[in-house]
């Protein structure tokens, strides 16, 4: 019990500052990526390039784990609150089903295949194994929150339902239907960032040099697609009332 409150007693100073961790592994892969100089860990061009778009299919999986929760989940839960945990609806259909925290495993996900762009295995071993320690910690700390606040619920569905390692069955249709503007409201950081450091990764292991730039700009042109997405969003969120009262 008391191994329980420290991990929670962490996790609620983690949970604070989480959302900042995504820009310092997005940085130290590009810079990583400079001067690792190449794609993957191999020597041959075509694994390293295998490697690259692994690593990117790692953090998009992530990434649309983490859109397919956020769209799904309860009114006032699973946002991103950064003062401390609330709840008003326990979720337990949709991806909550097979995995407790699929919000974090996405996360997980995610970090670890843009730590991989970087063309580093050792980096993407370490953030993958950082990761897991952090919101190992993080979701304790949501854990006790829902404990008080549901009691019984959550206990039963915490026997049946695994922590981060998500279960094959007992899929559970998804109580509200998919809303798409809570999750682009939520998420479309994440995704702009996840295209940025890919194409910033791409170049810099190129060292920055416009001449060295491949007949393939699928990279750059998925940054561009990304970009402008992504300004367009941003443009309904401060001009119109597209994402007002979506929390």
Known sequence: MYHQLELARSGKALFKIRGKYLKYVGILSVVIAYFNGAMGPFDANGANLAW?????????????????TSGHAALGTS???????????????????LVRNPLYLGRILNFTGIAMLSGSWEYGALVFFVCILVYERISVYEEEFLREEFGE?????????PFLMPRLRGWKKPKYPFWIRRCI?????????????AAACDFAQRGFDPGQLPDNLFWYYLWAAGLLAYMISRGLRYFTSTYDGIS
């Open 153 to 161: 619920a959550h206990s039963q569905w915490a026997e049946e339902v």
């Open 185 to 197: 409201k939520r998420e479309e950081k994440k995704i702009i960032w996840l295209v940025t450091v």
């Open 79 to 97: 946002g991103s609150n950064k003062v401390a945990a609330v709840a008003p609806e326990l979720n337990t259909t949709g991806p909550y089903s």
């Open 52 to 68: 690259f778009c692994v690593a990117f299919g790692i953090a998009a999986a992530g990434a649309l784990l983490r859109i397919v």
